[in-house]
């Protein structure tokens, strides 16, 4: 009934710029909060950013004034821009959603699925 899907990922040098999206669609009633997670290779997946409806924007520290989320309420989106990008930051990003659909007034865990993003050095 919801669909998250991504684009943006692919590959750049250390140092440079990628922008990644996600565009949430289907019988979304609100959407409580809009994010991103990474998963490296042999890591858990862990938060990079997420943006609530009200409220503070999270980072982690890893990524605190290199990254920058925004949401596109008008159009269930959000966006990562990713500057100064490291070979650490090489990883499957993933978007999430916390979204209430209109049958079912629980608020759902909502996941893409995946789109990579790797750094060279």
């Known amino acids: 009934q919801v669909q998250l899907v991504e684009s943006g990922g692919g590959l750049v040098q250390a140092g440079g710029s990628l922008r990644l999206s996600c565009a949430a669609s289907?019988?979304?009633?609100?959407?409580?909060?809009m994010g991103w997670y990474r998963q490296a290779p042999g890591k858990q997946r862990e938060l990079v950013a997420q943006?609530?409806?009200?409220?503070?924007?999270t980072y982690a520290d890893s990524v605190k004034g290199r990254f920058t989320i925004s949401r596109d309420n008008a159009n269930n989106a959000v966006n990562l821009q990713m500057s100064s990008l490291k070979p650490e930051d090489t990883a499957v990003y993933y978007c999430?959603?916390?979204?209430?659909?209109?049958?079912?007034?629980?608020?759902?865990?909502?996941w893409g699925k995946g789109t990579l993003v790797t750094v060279s050095s």
């Open positions: 943006v609530p409806s009200t409220g503070t924007t």
């Open positions: 289907g019988s979304i009633r609100s959407i409580n909060s």
């Open positions: 999430n959603a916390r979204i209430v659909i209109w049958t079912d007034l629980r608020v759902r865990n909502y």
